[in-house]
């Protein structure tokens, strides 16, 4: 029951930014215009959110400084924003870009100084006693980084196999065999 409560905690995102649509919309062209008090409010908004993205996908030891980044970036990209969705898609989908990308950079760099980047294979299935007290969300950053980003894609943000297969740039099967291998570590650790 306890792991039950624990697993919907963890599983639910930050709510939707209280911004009115209006006033939301009027924050982002003022801000692209260069109003930094606008992307502040903006920040504020939102920044709870890609916070949580952020943790999520590549773990609380990079999560401050990857938000940092996506805000920097939404800043300078800010004037390529069409108003075509809602800025907090726009801007979730540039985090989410950001992350995969300096992912793919520190599987570079890890891959100079490791042999083999099948990291998922030597993963013990089997928690030591000091794990089983563990929450969802600290099981979820002992995942390798691609089963994490595959499960967080998928099982928390609710993306589709093909979209996440085309933003990694692998195929389908390889993300079905990613989250099924993900979902078993964290059975195994939350067990």
């Known amino acids: 029951m306890a792991a039950t409560a624990t697993w919907n905690l963890a599983l639910r995102t930050v709510e ?5 649509p209006i006033l939301e919309t009027s924050d982002v ?4 215009r ?3 008090r606008a992307f502040a409010r903006l920040y504020e908004e939102h920044k709870g ?3 949580a993205i952020a943790r999520r996908m590549a773990g609380h030891e990079q999560a401050a400084e990857l938000t940092q980044d996506v805000f920097v970036r939404a800043w300078s990209k800010l004037g390529t924003f069409r108003g075509d969705a809602r800025f907090s898609t726009w801007l979730h989908r540039l985090a989410v870009n950001l992350i995969l990308s300096r992912r793919a950079s520190w599987a570079t760099e890890r891959a100079r100084f490791l042999g083999t980047q099948d990291t998922l294979e030597t993963l013990s299935a089997r928690p030591s006693g000091r794990e089983l007290n563990m929450d969802f969300e600290k099981a979820i950053d002992l995942l390798p980084d691609g089963a994490r980003t595959i499960f967080v894609l998928h099982d928390v943000e609710g993306w589709k196999h093909e979209e996440i297969a085309r933003a990694l ?3 389908s099967g390889t993300t079905k065999a990613q989250l099924h291998r993900a979902r078993m570590l964290l059975r195994g650790t939350l067990a």
């Open 169 to 171: 740039g692998v195929t």
């Open 16 to 20: 939707a930014p209280a911004l009115s």
């Open 29 to 32: 062209a003022l801000a692209a």
């Open 49 to 51: 959110r890609v916070m």
């Open 34 to 36: 260069g109003d930094a």
